[in-house]
């Protein structure tokens, strides 16, 4: 595959109108996520960055980092096998087809965004690996949205920190997810800027921090505390919900109205 020159926009002028939405909504993403412009590829992909693949008669060839095609009965939107196989991730989507190596997407509304920007990232990471401390989370210059930090996470903990996250924001509805201090805080909107309740995945646990001022909460929570602050639990084990629901309560509390 090689690139062109030709305009991205002339191309797609030349699709349906709602092919070109879901492009230029697609654009936007790959964007953020690669920090590169699309660029117009043979057989009408619109690609994002370079990457060496293979090899050709003149030499090593190339593919884009990510890339999508707008074509007429579907989105192709070209991800690395290793994603692509990620059951769990896949479930979540919604309604698609998996190809070879891409993603094939009848309608861009009938899919989860949040999770196809994740399989975006992991894809981009992929092929250019972002810069990690030496407990392996991603540089904080990484972390543009929520969906980031996601991608950083490994696979294996995903379903566990979904679980947390789901249980703080059913305990706090409308609390606020944001990225702070490189991993994802909370915080009630309206009240203050600082988030009050964190949770991260690791490749063998999840965790919540900080730990609760009252006594009472710290004493039952003790099983779990891993360092000064840190609510640790396996990725083997079962979160013990109705504790940590009373948790990130006590946490919130002093934020609310």
């Not at 790959?30 to 994002?48: D, H, K, L, Q, Y």
């Not at 690395?80 to 009848?106: F, S």
Request: charged letters at 20%; aromatic letters at 6%.
């Amino acid at each position: 595959m090689e690139p062109t020159h030709v305009p991205v926009n002339d191309f797609l002028s030349t699709v349906s109108t709602q092919r070109a939405t879901e492009a230029h909504a697609l654009i936007t993403v790959m964007r953020e996520v690669t920090g590169a412009v699309p660029v117009m590829w043979e057989s009408g992909v619109i690609g994002f960055g370079s990457t060496p693949h293979g090899t050709s008669d003149t030499g090593k060839g190339a593919i884009p980092t990510v890339a999508f095609s707008p074509r007429k009965s579907a989105v192709a939107v070209y991800l690395c096998p290793a994603v692509l196989k990620d059951g769990y991730l896949m479930d979540r989507l919604g309604k698609h087809r998996v190809g070879k190596d891409c993603l094939y997407i009848a309608h861009l509304a009938d899919v989860d965004a949040e999770v196809l920007r994740e399989l975006i990232t992991r894809s981009h990471w992929e092929h250019v690996p972002p810069q990690r401390n030496r407990q392996g989370a991603v540089a904080r210059t990484h972390l543009r949205a929520v969906t980031d930090y996601l991608a950083s996470v490994p696979l294996a903990a995903r379903p566990a920190l979904d679980a947390l996250r789901d249980l703080v924001r059913r305990t706090a509805p409308g609390v606020e997810e944001v990225i702070s201090y490189g991993i994802i805080g909370y915080r009630i909107p309206g009240r203050s800027k600082a988030a009050r309740v964190f949770v991260s995945g690791w490749k063998d646990h999840v965790a919540l921090y900080p730990l609760p001022s009252q006594e009472a909460l710290r004493t039952e929570l003790a099983p779990w505390v891993r360092g000064k602050g840190t609510l640790w639990f396996g990725l083997d084990e079962g979160l013990p919900t109705t504790l940590l629901e009373r948790t990130v309560a006590a946490l919130l509390d002093d934020q609310r109205p």
